[in-house]
């Protein structure tokens, strides 16, 4: 059985066209890769002319990626490896598909990975004469280059494969719109929505690669296919997903139990790589680590571990040793200044000043600048006054229970929780002395 891609007759209006037709396909039937759909013979002779090419069996990338897991972008990946060699090679050999898209590449059911169509987007150019300068194809995985009729390099085909990534990952075009002539306008300035914000499971390296592959400036991206290649193959085996662990035959053969496997070795090596990164002092790639494992495996027992001996690490680097005082800022109160303190988790006698320690810092972000503020004494009572300014969208609970933002109150005098939420966003907790020498002042900003 053959695939037969049929031209159409326009095509062949000319003689200088039909000549250049004939010669790049010339040069197309001789690339000769495991990952490019084999060319068979040419029938020049019929009406309208045809070439037969290899048949696979299985599905287009546009027809496949709906029935990927979200949860496991790392497929996509596996399967834009082999895409991005069969590209190299054709690079090498001096064709430059012009054309790659989803419904251009194939997944065999025994999991071979096929381009098709290289060199056709080429062929149709040479018929433009007669198409009165219509642009044709769809835009949706262009590079601005092409979309703007500049000269097309082996980097617009790492872009397009980038572009491709992105709708494996997503479901979506990155530079989808209604009309092709507004795709065509957002693929020009190469406006389009990380791809981390339309899948959050995909982790910060995988998302860096995606954005390097589709930067407008041709010479920011990756200087060839093999380099997209051996990046994407990099990550996988930092994830514990390489070639020999994961694949995509694999996958098709078994698609549950295959996502399970890999993610649950997903899990370990983020948990691995985020343990030998605290303990080398690496603190911006812990907290990425920890970010990602979030994200995937928020029930993971080594994600609770990891988050807890990360802040408290954080917190002992914010809390002062030997019970030193640092001065952060100076504010005016009532005329006067105060300064805003902060002692350690555990010291003998503490001074009847109020406290508010340093926060744990988790993987997110978490409301700052919670500061306790020193007044006037005030009469001794039975009860220490605590005065909260915490804004609306912040819930703030004292002793793990709910009270209002603002407001003044009497509490026991002695060490106390209070914890701020806010909507996606992790817990801050701290521990706050109160005193009935001094009133305490608490206030978010």
């Given at each position: 059985m053959v695939a037969l891609k049929v031209f159409h007759p326009a095509y062949w209006d000319q003689e200088s066209s039909k000549k250049r037709i004939m010669?790049?396909?010339?040069?197309?039937?001789?690339?000769?890769?495991?990952?490019?759909?084999?060319?068979?013979?040419?029938?020049?002779?019929?009406?309208?002319?045809?070439?037969?090419?290899?048949?696979?069996?299985?599905?287009?990338?546009?027809?496949?990626?709906?029935?990927?897991?979200?949860?496991?972008?790392?497929?996509?990946?596996?399967?834009?490896?082999?895409?991005?060699?069969?590209?190299?090679?054709?690079?090498?050999?001096?064709?430059?598909?012009?054309?790659?898209?989803?419904?251009?590449?194939?997944?065999?059911?025994?999991?071979?990975?096929?381009?098709?169509?290289?060199?056709?987007?080429?062929?149709?150019?040479?018929?433009?004469?007669?198409?009165?300068?219509?642009?044709?194809?769809?835009?949706?995985?262009?590079?601005?280059?092409?979309?703007?009729?500049?000269?097309?390099?082996?980097?617009?085909?790492?872009?397009s494969a980038?572009?491709?990534?992105?709708?494996?990952?997503?479901?979506?075009?990155?530079?989808?719109?209604?009309?092709?002539?507004?795709?065509?306008?957002?693929?020009?300035?190469?406006?389009?929505?990380?791809?981390?914000?339309?899948?959050?499971?995909?982790?910060?390296?995988?998302?860096?690669?995606?954005?390097?592959?589709l930067d407008r400036s041709p010479g920011k991206r990756f200087d060839t296919a093999a380099d997209f290649a051996d990046a994407l193959?990099?990550?996988?085996?930092?994830?514990?997903?390489g070639a020999d662990a994961f694949s995509l035959s694999h996958w098709l053969a078994t698609p549950a139990d295959s996502t399970a496997e890999a993610l649950r070795r997903i899990e370990n090596a983020l948990v691995r790589r985020a343990e030998e990164a605290l303990a080398n002092g690496e603190t911006a790639v812990t907290a990425a680590l920890i970010?990602?494992?979030?994200?995937?495996?928020?029930?993971?027992?080594?994600?609770?571990?990891?988050?807890?001996?990360?802040?408290?690490?954080?917190n002992k680097k914010r809390t002062v040793k030997n019970g030193a005082l640092v001065l952060l800022s100076l504010l005016c109160v009532g005329g006067g200044l105060a300064a805003y303190q902060l002692w350690p988790e555990k010291q003998s006698e503490p001074a009847p000043v109020a406290v508010l320690e340093a926060p744990i810092a988790p993987p997110h972000d978490v409301p700052?600048?919670?500061?306790?503020?020193?007044?006037?004494?005030?009469?001794?009572?039975?009860?220490?006054l605590v005065v909260l300014d915490v804004p609306d969208m912040v819930r703030v609970f004292w002793d793990n229970k709910r009270i209002k933002n603002k407001g003044r109150y009497r509490k026991a005098v002695g060490r106390h929780r209070l914890r701020f939420e806010v909507d996606g966003r992790e817990p801050a907790e701290h521990t706050v002395m109160v005193s009935t020498a001094e009133p305490t002042e608490i206030r978010v900003r």
């Open positions: 010669g790049e396909f010339k040069a197309i039937s001789s690339l000769q890769h495991e990952n490019i759909a084999k060319f068979i013979e040419a029938h020049w002779d019929l009406d309208p002319p045809a070439v037969a090419l290899e048949y696979v069996d299985g599905y287009s990338l546009e027809e496949l990626q709906p029935r990927l897991p979200f949860v496991l972008p790392e497929l996509a990946a596996v399967i834009m490896i082999p895409v991005l060699r069969a590209l190299h090679y054709a690079h090498e050999n001096g064709v430059i598909h012009r054309d790659l898209k989803p419904a251009n590449i194939l997944a065999g059911h025994n999991g071979r990975v096929v381009v098709t169509d290289f060199g056709l987007a080429k062929i149709v150019d040479y018929s433009r004469m007669t198409m009165s300068g219509t642009l044709l194809g769809s835009p949706d995985y262009m590079s601005p280059e092409q979309a703007a009729g500049d000269t097309v390099t082996a980097r617009s085909d790492v872009f980038g572009a491709v990534l992105y709708f494996l990952l997503t479901g979506t075009r990155p530079f989808g719109r209604h009309t092709p002539l507004a795709t065509l306008s957002s693929v020009l300035k190469c406006e389009h929505e990380p791809v981390e914000r339309r899948n959050p499971k995909i982790s910060a390296e995988l998302a860096a690669l995606v954005a390097r592959a193959e990099q990550y996988l085996i930092s994830v514990d997903l970010r990602d494992l979030g994200a995937r495996a928020p029930e993971s027992a080594g994600y609770g571990r990891l988050k807890e001996v990360y802040g408290a690490s954080q700052e600048a919670v500061s306790a503020v020193v007044k006037e004494k005030s009469p001794a009572i039975e009860k220490g």
